[in-house]
């Protein structure tokens, strides 16, 4: 059972059930076990961060259709209150905080300014926020849940990383029942007419698996762009570091899931712990 909290947007929130509650659980359970097998320890990052952090990614330039941004109520005079679901902009002082679209941005604030090892894994879950044109429950919300697996090192490593995790996700969707279509795509974290995004044409650096047309997991190589951009260096190297990631889109994941089992999350959750046990042998 979900509850839906309703929006401008109609059904942009959920409020996930108890079943639904755990057979997410368990299945974040299964990705941190692979992390934790590639050597990755957690960090825990807030789900808004400064619009300056952001700004440093281009978020606002490549993204600003996904962006929500946020700053507090001016109570200099009386309170203000909100008309039909809104307050008016009179009423909020200058927004300084954004909210994420993805979680592996707070990776790469974790190591700014630091030297790390050429084969540094770390993992993140953290709540992402869409303004989408559209929301389609658990398909497609404004504020979802993100498991990642992050990379930073060397590039040898962030592909290393990536091909491992390929094979991961792909075999646990075998082992699920799950018919994964793997389909290369673009996020334009390098400037449109740059030198970077030629080469991003000519070498895709993003690949997403797809149920359905719905894309549950993608693999992601940035070089070093997020290095540069956070002064991450490589220890005894200092060159520039580069970086890649894992994600999970994890409310995805029960959609696909609880279609496939026809609604019964018992049985979505049995398969999963299963297929999880496998893949750990």
Avoid at 107 to 130: H, M, S
Wanted: with cysteine; net charge negative; charged share 25%.
């Amino acid at each position: 059972m979900t509850a839906t909290i309703s929006t401008a947007r109609g059904g942009a929130l959920t409020i996930l059930g108890p079943d639904q509650t755990d057979l997410l659980r368990d299945l974040d359970r299964a990705i941190t076990g692979w992390a934790a097998g590639a050597g990755a320890r957690e960090i825990m990052a807030p789900p808004v961060y400064p619009l300056s952090d952001l700004e440093k990614f281009d978020v606002y330039e490549n993204f600003p259709h996904l962006q929500f941004v946020g700053g507090p109520l001016d109570v200099t005079g009386a309170p203000p209150a909100p008309v039909e679901g809104a307050f008016a902009s009179r009423d909020v002082d200058p927004p300084f905080l954004g909210l994420p679209h993805s979680s592996c941005y707070g990776a790469y604030l974790f190591f700014e300014k630091q030297a790390v090892a050429p084969d540094t894994t770390i993992t993140l879950i953290n709540r992402c926020f869409r303004n989408e044109a559209k929301y389609e429950g658990l398909r497609r919300l404004l504020s979802f849940q993100m498991r990642e697996i992050v990379a930073v090192g060397t590039f040898e490593h962030t592909q290393d990383v990536n091909a491992r995790f390929t094979d991961r996700i792909e075999r646990f969707a075998k082992d699920l029942g799950l018919v994964l279509d793997k389909k290369a795509a673009t996020d334009p974290f390098f400037e449109r007419d740059g030198g970077r995004a030629l080469l991003q044409r000519l070498s895709p650096v993003k690949h997403e698996f797809q149920v359905d047309g719905l894309a549950i997991a993608s693999v992601n190589t940035h070089r070093n762009f997020f290095g540069e951009r956070c002064d991450i260096t490589v220890e005894g190297t200092g060159d520039h570091a580069f970086t890649g990631c894992v994600a999970f889109g994890l409310e995805r994941w029960l959609a696909v899931l609880s279609d496939l089992y026809g609604g019964d999350l018992q049985r979505a959750r049995a398969a999963v712990n299963a297929a999880a046990d496998a893949a750990a042998t």
